[in-house]
């Protein structure tokens, strides 16, 4: 805790020098009882330390002698220029101004009480100590009946001159006993200024600790849960069977799809239309809706030597004669090769197949037959 402090001397006698300046004594070497602030003690470490802190200009601005510490006015009546340590405590050289130097002289001010604080921070809140912030120009020094070390009156209510307090009253407004000591009634007064400790805040209540999931369980993530799923989909029979069917039903959609598209290729020339063979369609659907490079380009080389081979088909009905002769023909030929195919497909497997799809097969597997069906079947000249 910082205090400011008082201590008065009596200009009356002292002698100016060359443009009114002079010496005097600031503060004195010793120890003090003080009703309000307690022991304080002036030792010539302490005095060093005022000294430095006015010659180095601690406080960055020059020290002012003022009035009656600044109570009526804040004119300047002379300024500090030095400090120095002598054998009974610290000195000011002081350069008074006209009206000061005058208010001296004709006896108008008779003491000086300087002010300081034995702790104090600057703009930076750097803590210097013992620190002098300059003095005054008074008439009347407060607790007149102590020892030097002295507050000045413009620091108290205003008494008028002579009047003081009577020291069983003092005692009494204390509550004290009428005998108490003068040591009681100092202890009572800085009891009564500091006031009671206040109780200590009590502590913030510790923050809860986090809960860190076991070691042996899983952080459940976003992730964690999207490879969850699709490890399950990829091994429970059940989804995994779903997940099938779902894309096979998908790949004969865009087969379908594709088909379509190829069935509606149509080719006019004198008055005949000409489409693709199934075989050539079939593998070029086939190609489309594989995800493999590699099979789309194998299924797109198959199409093209198809193509090569059969060229496009002529659309229409046309009537053929076999002369009578025992020979089966493309449509015979090709139905019983469709039975057949379903039959070994079903033997196979287990699981009929549809007529359409076991007469593309055969169409596939032998491209010329399919040349000789549609020969037979389609025609869009005369009947022979």
């Not at 070691?215 to 799923?229: C, Q, R, S, Y």
Request: aromatic fraction near 8%; charge should be negative; glycine fraction near 8%.
């Amino acid at each position: 805790m910082s205090h400011q402090f008082g201590y008065w001397i009596e200009l009356q006698g002292t002698k100016f020098g060359e443009e009114e300046e002079q010496w005097i004594h600031a503060l004195p070497l010793g120890e003090y009882e003080h009703p309000v602030y307690g022991k304080m003690k002036f030792d010539p470490d302490t005095v060093k330390q005022y000294a430095d802190n006015v010659n180095s200009k601690v406080r960055g601005i020059d020290l002012d002698i003022d009035y009656d510490h600044k109570e009526k006015t804040s004119k300047a009546a002379g300024w500090v220029k030095e400090a120095k340590v002598q054998p009974d405590g610290l000195h000011l050289r002081v350069k008074w101004t006209p009206e000061g130097a005058k208010a001296v002289k004709d006896g108008e001010y008779r003491y000086f009480s300087p002010e300081f604080q034995d702790a104090w921070k600057d703009a930076h809140g750097v803590e210097h100590k013992n620190v002098l912030f300059g003095g005054a120009l008074t008439n009347r020094p407060y607790l007149k009946d102590l020892m030097p070390v002295n507050l000045s009156e413009i620091n108290e209510p205003p008494k008028e001159e002579g009047d003081g307090m009577d020291p069983a009253l003092l005692r009494q407004l204390l509550g004290l006993e009428a005998n108490a000591t003068n040591d009681q009634v100092t202890a009572k007064i800085a009891e009564l200024q500091n006031g009671p400790t206040p109780p200590s805040p009590p502590a913030p209540p510790a923050p809860p600790a986090p809960v860190e999931p076991a070691k042996d369980e899983p952080v459940l993530t976003g992730a964690a849960l999207t490879e969850a799923f699709a490890k399950m989909l990829d091994e429970h029979p059940m989804f995994k069977a779903l997940k099938e069917s779902v894309e096979i039903t998908q790949r004969n959609q865009q087969l379908a799809e594709v088909r379509g598209r190829l069935e509606k290729v149509t080719n006019k020339q004198g008055g005949r239309a000409f489409v693709l063979p199934p075989s050539v369609i079939d593998a070029v659907a086939e190609a489309s809706v594989s995800g493999d490079p590699v099979k789309l380009s194998e299924g797109m080389v198959t199409a093209f030597e198809q193509f090569a081979r059969t060229g496009m088909v002529e659309l229409g009905e046309r009537g053929r004669v076999n002369g009578g002769s025992n020979e089966k023909d493309a449509t015979q030929v090709l139905a019983e090769r469709v039975q057949a195919k379903m039959a070994s497909h079903l033997q196979a497997t287990g699981k009929p197949l549809h007529q359409t799809e076991a007469i593309r097969m055969v169409c596939a597997e032998d491209p010329e037959l399919y040349m000789s069906y549609r020969e037979d079947s389609y025609a869009g000249g005369k009947g022979e």
